[in-house]
Structures are given as C-alpha cells and as structure tokens.
C-alpha cells in the first residue's frame, strides 16, 4: 500500500486512511514477531479474519486511485493454506470471497463487478487449492515411510500422543506392540541390503492387510522394529493381534512381540519402554530356545 501512495490519484482523507492501515499492518507485524510463539495458535486466525477486513478497506478505497488492492486477498489464500487444515483454510477464503463482495455492492462503483469478483476470487480460490495440495503433499511425506509406505517414526509419535490423550479423556483402553524382526541383521550381512529391503516391504504389506482389518495404526520406528497402536484394546485383545500378525508372517520369518496396555498412570514413554521390554525378553526366550536346540 505504501509503495502504491505515489502511483494513485488520493485524496488527502485517502491518503490518511491508507497510512492508517499501512500502520496497522505494521504494528500487527511487530506484535507477531516480538510475541509470535508465545501466543497460542488460534490466534492466527485472528490475525487472518482482521487481515482480510484490512484488505477489504483498502480493495475499497482502491478503485478511487485506480490501485488494484484487492489483489491482496492472494495472501489469504497463501497463509491459509500454508497454516491451517483444510476446513480452516477454506472458512477464511470464503469469508475473503464474502468481503470482497460486499466490498463490490456497497464500495465505490466499478465498471463489471461480476467479472472483477470471479477474477480476484476464483484467483484466490486456486492459489489456495494449489497451496494446501503441496502441504499437503510435505505432510505425506513427512509422516511415510520412503521404504515400506508406513508412518514414520515423526508419525508414530504425533498419533501416540494423540491416542493416550484420547484415552486419557474418554477411559477407552490403549495398548501397543513393539515388532522386531528375528534374524534380520543376518539376512543383509549374507544376502545383502536389498534382500532385507525386500523382506521389510514384504512384512510391512502383509501387516498392512491385518492392521487395516482392525482399525489399528501401524508403523515402522526405525530398522526392522514395528509399532502397533490398537487403540480400544485390552491386554488380551493387543495379544490376539500381536498372533494374527505373527500368522500373517512370509513362511520361515519370525518376529519378537511385546505388548503393553496402558495402566492409566504412567506416561507415553514408559509405557513404551515397557512394550519394548517385553520384545526383547521374547526374543531373549527364543534365542535361549534356539541354543538349546542346536545343543
């Protein structure tokens, strides 16, 4: 708006109105930038709803000097898209569609404005659809697997928050298992990487099957270790699906389960550190069984 004062025919009041906004503009900027993390996160969309009412202004008082403002709306589109979920994001460009066309009915007159709403509008609109699609798409990939198209350990540990303060809230159950593959260092160092590459897809896509069947979220942590949240399950019911994943086993691969249902008390980590311990005294047992009988 600054850089446009020189350009346009204003009026002094305009002018004025324009430096008032300009300082609005500015103050919001400084308030953010000095306090931005301390403010909780809803308020981004206060900055969004006065940003558009701003814009709204300007788009107004625009068409006297001949300045396109209502170019702006753009950047509703930008930072809607970039910060909020879908339905946030589709609110505040509704709601910038909303004042642009009231803007148009109740602002100074304009040659077509029908065709000026679709232009600035149907503009905005895109840019939204085209930035929530590449976030969108960073979030996947942010959250899958490269190898075997499961959650990542980044995934694993957003949702297994989610999931015990969901529990914590309503009493549901909670129980996880930790997976690790037996023998799987052995298959890379004799048959070679890719031979163990292979074997984790296979086990993943077998797993995939069965997880999706109950509703459970599965996820690869790190190397050939899986996760399982089952969330709503007991300890018999994370037993019952620790055997029917273990039946879902390519023939000849075995896997070490531990379970763990959450005691309503302890925290996210020691409730893993619990499943976890009961994988590795199971693949303790079967080394132990394993050695006896090769004796």
């Known amino acids: 708006m ?39 996160f809803w308020t981004l969309h206060v900055d969004l709803a006065m940003s558009t009412v701003l814009i709204s202004v300007g788009a107004a008082i625009g068409v006297t000097g001949h300045v396109a403002f209502a170019d702006i709306y753009v950047w509703v589109a930008l930072f809607g898209g970039l910060y909020f979920r879908p339905l946030g994001a589709l609110v505040h460009v509704g709601g910038a569609g909303a004042a642009y066309a009231l803007v148009l009915i109740l602002g100074p007159k304009v040659n077509d404005p029908l065709a000026a709403w679709f232009a600035i509008f149907g503009t905005t609109a895109f ?56 023998g799987f260092k052995a298959v890379n160092d004799r048959l070679g990487h890719a031979a163990g590459d292979r074997l984790l897809v296979e086990v993943a896509n077998a797993w995939k ?67 976890d311990q009961a994988m590795y005294e199971t693949k303790l047992r079967r080394r132990k069984v394993v050695g006896l009988r090769r004796a």
């Open 209 to 275: 099957l069965v997880a999706r069947a109950s509703g459970d979220f599965l996820a690869r942590v790190g190397g050939d270790e899986f996760g399982v949240l089952a969330p709503g399950a007991d300890a018999l019911g994370i037993r019952r699906l620790a055997g029917r994943l273990g039946d879902a086993l390519p023939e000849g691969v075995f896997c070490s389960f531990g379970t763990a249902t959450w005691d309503r008390i302890e925290n996210a980590s020691d409730l893993l550190r619990r499943a």
């Open 2 to 40: 600054l850089a446009s004062l020189p350009l346009g025919r204003w009026s002094f009041r305009t002018l004025i109105v324009l430096g008032i906004l300009a300082g609005a503009c500015g103050t919001a900027f400084v308030i953010r930038l000095v306090l931005g993390r301390r403010l909780p």
């Open 127 to 182: 840019t939204g659809v085209i930035v929530l699609a590449l976030v969108g798409l960073l979030r996947l990939t942010n959250r899958e697997d490269v190898l075997t198209g499961l959650a990542n350990r980044r995934y694993w540990d957003e949702r297994f928050t989610e999931e015990l303060e969901r529990s914590r809230r309503t009493g549901a159950p909670l129980s996880v298992a930790m997976i690790d593959i037996d």
